[in-house]
Structures are given as structure tokens and as C-alpha cells.
């Protein structure tokens, strides 16, 4: 297509769409709720993804060290750890943090360790492994088994079981909630755009008539679908956005009254906002024009 009939066609488009001004704002309010809706949809999905990631790093892998094993050895040992797939921080404690860390437990009963400072201390160095994924706990600890200065690996089969079926359960949650919405979306796009062609059917059929061929006709109305897929993306994402800060400005506050509400931290909508505006084009536009493609095809059909 050369570019002067492109902005011939585009004309009418938009010509179109201020004649029929009320029809179009018609549109653009039906498509922009629909991509709303799937925006809270979207940001829901990833918040949830975002949470199991959260639970998948709180778990822990205690392993208690040889009392015999010298600081510099544990050192070695904690770089050989980090090297195992799935590990993605070590953290060294030595018996003499481990020992202050108890007495600070015990509280007021602190007293009872006093004497077991230097030579005397019964602990050993310990390391806590934090790993990826619940899937990586039994091999890093078969692979932590083999190391000969480790003496003992805890950890609870039950809680990271249950952190591994709440994150399953959370991301199936998120998929289907974000696939459902975006096929509502979708389908009300596309009765939108089809209502509105609709409601201009004598006007293509008279076109049709004069002798007008089927690209003249069509394309102002798949441009005209893709514009207002556009407008209507823009103030949905505008409108997510700035309910979305609300929201974060909100969550702020409560969680600085409630800390353990850290662990439902929302993310920032700047790690959203490039998906969630794709996905707003991508629905809002590409259903726009596939929806003024087939329903111009059905009345050009005289």
C-alpha cells in the first residue's frame, strides 16, 4: 500500500470515528473496562507469581560442620557449596555467632552459657543454605552429604512439601485467572467493534453498490478498530497505573504497622508496566482490526 493512500485511509478512520462520535466513545469505554479488567487480572498473576517466588526463597538448609573443621577449611567448604545448582546464598556462622545467637534466645536463662566462651563453646560452625526451588532440596543435599567435614543437615521435608504445593497451587491460580480474562477481553472487543460496524451496515452496503472496491471500503473501518484498540489501551493503563500506586502507597503504610505482612510485598509497576502494555496492544488492537476485518467482510457480501 502506497503511503498517501495509507494516510488517505487513515482520514477516514478518522473521520469516521468523530462523526460517529458516539458510537466510538461507546467503544473506547467497553474495550478500555475489558482491558482494566484484565490489567487487575494481570497485575493479580504477577504479584502471585511473585509471592511463590518469595515462599521458594524462605527455604532453608541448616548444615552443621565437624567441630574439628577450622575456620579457614569452612570457608573452603562454603565456596564448595555455592558451586551446587540450586544454591543461590551460603551463609557462614560461626560457633562463637552461634552461641551468642543462643544466648540471646534463652533471654533472661542467657546466664546458663556463661563459661562455654572460646575452647569450651559445644557448637559447631553451621551454614545456612537458601536454595531456588523446592525441586533442588533433595539433590543439594545428597551433594552436601558427600562433603567429608559436614556432620549433620537439617532441614523439614513437611514445610518445604507444603511451600512446593502452595506455589504450584499460586501459579495455577495466576494462569488460569490471567487466560480467562484475557478471552472475556477478547470477546468483548470483538462484539464491541462488530455492534459498531454494525450500526454503519447500510453505509457499506451503498459503498458497495456505487462500486467502491472491497480494500476502500475495509480499511478505514480495520484502521478505525486499530485506533480506537489504542485510545482504549492508553487510558487503561493509565487508569491501572495510577490505581496501582494507590495501592502500593496504600499497602506501604500497612505494612510498616504489620511486618509480617513483608512477606505479601507487592512489586513495583515498573516490572509490570512493559508486559502489562503489551498485552493491552496486543488484545486491544489485534482484536480490533481481526474483529472490523470479519464483520466488514459479512456486509460487503451483496
Not at 493512500?5 to 466513545?25: C, H, P
Not at 567429608?148 to 504445593?165: A, G, T
Request: with cysteine.
Amino acid at each position: 500500500m502506497k503511503l498517501r493512500t495509507f494516510k488517505f485511509f487513515f482520514k477516514e478512520a478518522l473521520r469516521n470515528i468523530f462523526r460517529n462520535r458516539v458510537m466510538s466513545i461507546a467503544s473506547i469505554v467497553a474495550i478500555m473496562s475489558a482491558l482494566f479488567i484484565l490489567g487487575v487480572v494481570l497485575i493479580l498473576a504477577f504479584n502471585l507469581e511473585h509471592i511463590a517466588g518469595g515462599l521458594e526463597s524462605k527455604i532453608e538448609i541448616t548444615v552443621f560442620l565437624e567441630k574439628d573443621v577450622g575456620s579457614n577449611q569452612s570457608r573452603s567448604i562454603v565456596s564448595q557449596i555455592e558451586q551446587i545448582h540450586g544454591v543461590y546464598e551460603v551463609e557462614f556462622i560461626p560457633k562463637e555467632k552461634g552461641l551468642a545467637q543462643w544466648k540471646k534466645e534463652l533471654g533472661e536463662k542467657g546466664d546458663l552459657l556463661e563459661g562455654y566462651e572460646g575452647n569450651n563453646n559445644p557448637l559447631p560452625d553451621k551454614l545456612i543454605l537458601r536454595i531456588q526451588k523446592p525441586e533442588y532440596v533433595d539433590g543439594i543435599i545428597s551433594s552436601v552429604n558427600e562433603i567429608p567435614e559436614v556432620d549433620k543437615v537439617n532441614y523439614s521435608r513437611e514445610v518445604v512439601e507444603s511451600i512446593s504445593k502452595i506455589v504450584k497451587a499460586t501459579r495455577l491460580v495466576g494462569l488460569l485467572l490471567m487466560l480467562m480474562l484475557i478471552v472475556i477481553a477478547m470477546i468483548i472487543i470483538n462484539n464491541t467493534i462488530r455492534i459498531n460496524v454494525y450500526s454503519r451496515r447500510r453505509e457499506i452496503s451503498i459503498m458497495k453498490y456505487i462500486g467502491a472496491t472491497d480494500s476502500y471500503i475495509r480499511w478505514p473501518y480495520i484502521i478505525e478498530g486499530f485506533t480506537l484498540g489504542v485510545i482504549a489501551a492508553i487510558l487503561a493503563g493509565a487508569l491501572v497505573i495510577g490505581g496501582y500506586n494507590l495501592l502500593l502507597n496504600r499497602a506501604g503504610q500497612m505494612v510498616g504497622n504489620h511486618s509480617f505482612l513483608n512477606l505479601f510485598e507487592l512489586l513495583p509497576i515498573e516490572k509490570m508496566i512493559y508486559d502489562i502494555g503489551l498485552a493491552f496492544l496486543l488484545v486491544g488492537c489485534g482484536v480490533g482490526i481481526i474483529a472490523s476485518i470479519i464483520s466488514t467482510r459479512k456486509y460487503l457480501k451483496v
